[in-house]
Each structure stands twice: as structure tokens, then as C-alpha cells.
């Protein structure tokens, strides 16, 4: 496999673009080498500017579930784009889109569509917030909810002191009023919630997280959430921006049966296109403006290309529940060989997962929460990495991201998978 144009777009693209890149997980540091630039992508495989295929299995951290470059949702594009692309006015798509969402969504009445899950997130949070009219929230520690200020909290030093920035430029006033607490862990959540007793607005949480790596809700958690928040007067979000339409067409709530009163979501919604949205309970979401006073908006938000993208990709995966137990197949096979080919091989490691996510962790601690999951190797795991998209796999570039299969994978293509992986783990175990 040669690699040179990646390597001269790279350097060149330090100069003009922080670190080379548009968003910072893509630039490799944590697997080491520099990232490969990607000039299409079709099915299975995407193709770098060397004209290199790699098989997917992060289809851009989600959204490409029914593979790349889908014929349908190409034609939906290409028909909104003869109408133009952009009108700042509302459409009869926005009305569908949104119809379809509150169909297949549980928990979503009502639902604003934005730009990306950053937006989905932040909106949420201003809305539970106007809501309850308190300011604090409960995050979970190694959960992602994009990057708006008040996520990029790390936890204090006790479980019950306030978070504190975790970048620079997030002031002390934002993180006063971020409380963090460990994921699968409801003690946790008692204790924040009686020494704020009366103070927190909304707890948000990714409610299968995928950005720690892929870590399972133990049984009865989510329930016991809703419980507290219940009581409490707690606006529970749903952070589904990754597992919406993915887990099952309704998202981690369809599939644990526990309903939250606000749901975030991204990637899978927008078809390929920067689409996110946030919705619930009528009472809740009558709050945002122009309905209710909180205040949220958007230029191009409910883009007319973006909705044809999402509307397709929704109507489809509405119209198709087979999608959903051939990803489960597909996840049960790649996670079978996987497993197998690590017995008895001596390394250190776990494996999570769910329907179509997974995650090898190399550790020899159950993955349940932010803390086991930095037990893994961060090292062995980049090495894994590299010699898999040396055999043109093409891997989420850090151990603490969950992989996304595709429907595009056929059974010939799995068995390449598990090939490569036989080969990556027997030269890292050297
Ligand atoms: C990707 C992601 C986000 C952020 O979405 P962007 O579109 O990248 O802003 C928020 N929450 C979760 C759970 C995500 O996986």
C-alpha cells in the first residue's frame, strides 16, 4: 500500500488549518502516523487520494448505516438541489421530516431541527433550563455531547464539588454549574442530586455510550434514572445523537424501554448531511421560541438539501425493520470472530457490544464506565490500528471510540475483516 498524497495533502494542510485537520480525533494522535485524505467513498469502501480501499466500519462516526454514497439518498440530493439550497423560509419537507421523527422517536412531541448534535445538545440544556428555571446539570464522566462549553467539564475532586474546564476557555462560571458523575453508577446520581437538592435543571447522558468507547447500561440503570428524575423534577435527557435510528429505529429508548423528556440527535438524521435536532415532551419543547422565551435558531437550519438527505434515510429505515436484525447480524458475526480469534492468544482484552457498535478494549477489566475503560492499552490498541489499516480496515483512530457498522457489509467482506484482524493480533502479540 503506497501512501503519498495523504502524507503531502497533510503537511500542506498544518500550514492553513490548525493541526491539518477540521476536527481533532481525525488528525490520528492517538493511534500515531498521520491521517489518510479520503477522495470517495462507496458501499463498503472508502478510497483515499493514493486510491487505496479501506472496508468501512466507522461510515463517518455513524451516519452511513446503509453504507456510502446510497443511490437513493443521492437522488433525493441531487432533485433538492435543481429547487436550490437554501431559502431561510419554511418548507413542506421541514413539516415530514418532523412528522416522521415524532413517529418513530418515543419520547419526542414536538422537534426543532439544527446544524449538527453540538447544537442539539446546547439547545437541549438552554431548554430544560428555561423549563425547570434551575442552572446546574449532571453529565457523565466520558461522555460526549459535542463541544459547547458547559460539556467540556472534567470531574472535580470530590463527587459532590463542582466540574471544572476541561479546555482552555471554558471559564470557572460555566463549569460551576456542570456536575459530573460516573456512568452505571445510580448512588452516584442520589448523592449529587441531595447535595443540590432543588438546584438541577436536566441530566444528560448518552444513554449507550459510544464515546468512551462502547460501554452497556447495566440492567435496570436507565430505569433508575428515570426514577430519580422523576421525583426530583429533573428533565432527563437522551443524548441519542449516536444511537438514534442506529440501536433500533427509535433509539436506545425503543430498545430499553425507558422513555426520557428530551432526546438529542445527529448523524444518522441528517443522511450525510450536517443535520441535528432536539425534541420531547409538547409541555417542554413549548418552550422554545417563537412558541415559548427560550431563544434558539438557526440560518440554515432545516436546509432543503439536508432535509431530502434525512427525510430518505428516515423514511427508509422506517419502512425496513430487516435493517435492523441484518445489523444485528453483521455485529454478531464481526464480534463472534473477533472474540474467537483472541482466545487462548494470552493478550489482555474485552469486548462490548451492541447490535451494529462494538468496541475491543485492550484490558482485562470489564468495561463499565470512564474509569475501567482507561485501564485499556492505549499503545497496544494504536498498533492494532495501524496494521489493520495497513490490510485496508479503516478503524475509528482512538481506542475510545465505538466502531459503526453498515448494512453495505457483506458476508465475503466480514470474512476480510476477520482476516485482517487475525493478522493485526497475532503481530501486536509479538
Ligand atoms: C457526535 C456526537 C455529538 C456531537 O455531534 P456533532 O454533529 O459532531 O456536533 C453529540 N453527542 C453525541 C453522543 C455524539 O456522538
Redesign the pocket.
Known amino acids: 500500500m503506497q501512501i503519498t498524497q495523504s502524507k503531502d495533502l497533510f503537511n500542506k494542510a498544518k500550514n492553513f488549518i490548525p493541526g491539518g485537520v477540521n476536527s481533532p480525533v481525525r488528525a490520528f494522535r492517538a493511534v500515531g502516523g498521520d491521517p489518510i485524505f479520503i477522495k470517495k467513498a462507496d458501499g463498503a469502501f472508502i478510497y483515499d487520494e493514493d486510491d487505496n480501499a479501506y472496508i468501512e466500519l466507522i461510515n463517518s ?1 455513524g451516519p452511513m448505516i446503509l453504507g456510502h454514497n446510497h443511490p437513493m439518498i443521492r437522488e433525493a440530493v441531487i432533485k433538492a438541489m435543481e429547487n436550490g439550497t437554501s431559502f431561510g423560509a419554511p418548507t413542506a419537507r421541514e413539516v415530514e421530516i418532523a412528522e416522521l421523527i415524532v413517529a418513530m422517536v418515543p419520547s419526542v412531541e414536538k422537534v426543532r431541527m439544527v446544524n ?3 447544537e442539539a ?1 446546547m439547545s437541549a440544556i438552554r431548554v430544560a433550563r428555561g423549563f425547570t428555571g434551575r442552572d446546574k446539570f449532571i453529565k457523565m464522566e466520558g461522555h ?3 463541544h459547547g462549553d458547559s460539556f467540556l467539564i472534567s470531574a472535580g475532586s470530590g463527587a459532590i464539588t463542582m466540574g471544572n474546564p476541561d479546555s482552555p476557555g471554558v471559564t470557572k462560571g460555566t463549569a460551576k454549574d456542570t456536575l459530573l458523575a460516573p456512568y452505571n453508577d445510580l448512588e452516584a446520581i442520589e448523592t449529587l442530586v441531595e447535595a443540590n437538592k432543588g438546584e438541577i435543571a436536566a441530566l444528560i447522558l ?1 444513554p449507550v455510550p ?2 468512551m468507547g462502547l460501554v452497556i447500561p447495566k440492567e435496570g440503570y436507565l430505569q433508575g434514572l428515570r426514577d430519580i428524575c422523576d421525583r426530583e423534577g429533573i428533565v432527563l435527557i437522551f ?1 441519542e ?2 444511537t438514534g435510528f442506529r440501536l433500533s429505529k427509535g433509539g436506545a429508548q425503543e430498545l430499553f424501554g425507558v422513555t426520557p423528556d428530551m432526546t ?1 440527535l ?2 444518522i438524521i441528517g443522511g450525510g448531511m450536517p443535520v ?1 435536532a432536539y425534541g420531547g415532551k409538547k409541555e417542554i419543547m413549548e418552550f422554545v421560541s417563537p412558541a415559548g422565551p427560550v431563544y434558539q435558531a438557526g440560518t440554515l437550519s432545516g436546509n432543503p438539501i439536508a432535509m431530502a438527505a434525512g427525510l430518505t434515510m428516515l423514511n427508509y429505515l422506517n419502512d425496513h425493520d430487516e435493517v435492523y436484525t441484518q445489523l444485528n447480524q453483521i455485529g454478531g458475526k464481526i464480534v463472534a470472530g473477533i472474540r474467537s480469534s483472541l482466545e487462548g492468544l494470552g493478550l489482555d482484552y474485552t469486548v462490548n457490544h451492541l447490535g451494529s457498535m462494538y468496541s475491543l478494549f485492550f484490558t482485562n477489566s470489564k468495561v463499565t464506565d470512564f474509569a475501567s475503560a482507561k485501564h485499556s492499552d492505549t499503545a497496544l490498541f494504536g498498533k492494532y490500528f495501524q496494521s489493520m489499516l495497513r490490510q485496508g480496515v479503516y478503524l475509528a483512530p482512538s481506542q475510545f471510540e465505538s466502531l459503526f457498522l453498515s448494512t453495505a457489509l457483506s458476508d465475503q467482506l466480514i470474512g476480510k475483516i476477520l482476516e485482517a484482524n487475525n493478522v493485526a493480533l497475532k503481530e501486536i502479540h509479538q
Open positions: 462516526w449538527s448534535g453540538t445538545t460526549y455531547h459535542g448518552e459510544g464515546n443524548d445523537v449516536m438529542t445527529g448523524k441535528g
